[in-house]
């Protein structure tokens, strides 16, 4: 599996922003998907995964009633939708990928930066 994030910039408080994530590989659907972010000096934090299916499992504390994950099978990319963005949103966002039942997050893609200003 391979995964490559896009999508980030430098934006304000308050807008909004989409990142992508293209996938690629067999049998996608045994698969689980999710997005982390990394700020500087601070350990990654989870933000939100998904089935193949697009049934959504989980968010992160954070991310709860502001961002969305989603993926659009024909064109094999994941989504994640960020609403709201605060200063404190600032950080490298990676899209990744684990065998559903494992604990271990297998794959991971290249991140995007996202600077939110204030």
């Known amino acids: 599996v391979q995964l490559q994030a896009s999508g980030g910039g430098l934006v304000q408080a308050g807008d909004s922003l989409r990142l992508s994530c293209a996938v690629s590989g067999r049998s996608l659907s045994i698969y689980t998907w999710g997005w982390f972010r990394q700020a500087p000096g601070k350990e990654r934090e989870f933000v939100g995964a998904?089935?193949?299916?697009?049934?959504?499992?989980s968010y992160g504390d954070s991310a709860k009633g502001r961002f969305t994950v989603s993926r659009d099978k024909a064109k094999n990319t994941m989504y994640l939708q960020m609403n709201s963005l605060k200063p404190e949103d600032t950080a490298v966002y990676y899209c990744?990928?684990?065998?559903?039942?494992?604990?271990?997050?297998?794959?991971r893609g290249q991140g995007t930066q996202v600077t939110v200003s204030s």
């Open positions: 990744a990928a684990k065998v559903r039942g494992n604990v271990d997050w297998d794959y």
């Open positions: 998904l089935t193949w299916s697009g049934h959504i499992l």
